[in-house]
């Protein structure tokens, strides 16, 4: 029998590292926020009424209140993983896995995510059970991380491991692009399927301190094939010396970006509408350009 494939992420792990930033995370939200203000945004422009909403991966309950505001939604019930992140969300609420929600299917109006399905190890299966717990025409809206999330420091981590250990532990998590993110809504059987990102940048005054933001985020690294050891003060200090080098911003300090992508889907339903099937369209593309349509293999005209 043949042994089951390694999960990238280390669950367990990140769980509880999220419980022990879960205090303070308040204090260093300004990625969910602005995850939560782009959704929330995304929905104003969106006239129907959601009675039933799910926050899944709610964190710390940001988005909830954010969605609060807005008058067409009704309930909403917040998810996550997190037992200490649930406590300070609004009920009602409830602690679930993200890739596993506990609800009946067509049930729910309105799925929203923020910043927390990238970090589930079987992210089709996750789509594909929002999917099923939507009901028929009911909206999902996701806000993942992307692939230039970090890149900075994974180059200087990098070329700092290489340079003196000769080779690299994985530090960074490798975050899909928005391409992988289209592809996988498709999969998991979204109608009306919609991707696009948007890029944060901050700066920190050193490599240090955007570490310590990432551990207060409860966002360190989590990845399964981690190297256990802590990672050598000689490669920390060089990994900063090449940060600064390669990635310097204003006034000294150091510069770190952090793509989003926004998922956007919609369970299918008879009423929505469908690409036309070839042959049925009533004009003609050549009578729309003012030009004439010639047969396969037919050569033009010169003279017009």
């Given amino acids: ?27 260093h939200d300004f990625l969910l926020r602005r995850a939560g203000e782009d959704i929330a945004e995304r929905l104003g422009a969106v006239t129907r009424e959601f009675p039933l909403a799910l926050n899944l991966g709610a964190h710390h309950g940001v988005l909830t209140t954010l969605l609060r505001q807005h008058p067409r939604i009704g309930r909403i019930v917040s998810a996550d993983s997190c037992l200490a992140l649930v406590e300070q969300c609004e009920a009602p609420r409830l602690v679930c896995d993200e890739e596993l929600p506990p609800f009946a299917s067509a049930s729910l109006d309105l799925i929203v995510s923020g910043l927390a399905l990238h970090l589930v190890n079987d992210l089709p299966g996750a789509l594909i059970q929002i999917r099923r717990a939507l009901k028929p025409d009911g909206l999902f809206l996701g806000a993942v991380l992307g692939g230039k999330t970090l890149y900075e420091l994974r180059e200087a981590l990098t070329a700092a491991e290489e340079e003196i250990d000769g080779g690299v532990s994985p530090r960074v998590a490798p975050f899909g692009d928005v391409r992988d993110f289209g592809a996988l809504l498709q999969r998991a059987g979204f109608a009306l399927p919609v991707t696009d990102a948007d890029v ?35 490669v920390l200090m060089r990994a900063g010396e090449i940060y600064g080098e390669r990635f310097p ?20 339903d008879p009423s929505q509408p469908r690409p036309l099937s070839p042959g049925s369209a009533r004009a003609r593309l050549a009578d729309a350009l003012g030009s004439h349509e010639h047969a396969a293999g037919e050569k033009a005209d010169p003279s017009g």
């Fill in 249 to 268: 911003a204003p006034r000294g300090r150091i510069r770190a970006t952090f793509e989003i992508i926004h998922l956007t889907g919609w369970a299918p």
């Fill in 1 to 27: 029998m043949a042994e089951a494939q390694e999960k990238l992420f280390d669950r367990a792990l990140l769980a509880r590292r999220r419980a022990r930033a879960a205090r303070d995370l308040h204090a």
């Fill in 200 to 234: 944060v940048r901050a700066s920190y005054a050193t490599p240090l301190d955007l570490m310590r933001e990432l551990r207060a985020m409860g966002a360190s690294n989590m990845l399964t094939a981690r190297r256990k050891k802590p990672l050598k003060r000689g």
